[in-house]
C-alpha cells in the first residue's frame, strides 16, 4: 500500500533538490495528480517513489526511488 513521503525523507538532499527544480509540478501524495506533474509517495516509511503522470497516455511513469537513502532508477534491481 502506497504512503505519504516520511518527514525524514523529504528532508533527502536528493528529494529537497528534485522539489527545488519541480516546484509546483511536484505534489507529495498518495492520490491522482494532473497530467504532466510529478508524483512523490512512498511504499516503506524510510523510501521515495517518483513517478510522473503523463501527458499523452492516462497512465504514470516509474522514474526512480529511493531505498535506505540510495537513488535508483526504475530499471535498477
Known sequence: MR?????????HRFVRALQDHLGDRLEFTTGRVPNGHFKADAVKEHG????????FVNKTVSLLHITAGRVRDAKAP
Open 3 to 11: 504512503q505519504n513521503v516520511s518527514p525524514e525523507m523529504r528532508r
Open 48 to 55: 521515495f517513489s517518483l513517478r510522473v503522470n503523463s501527458q
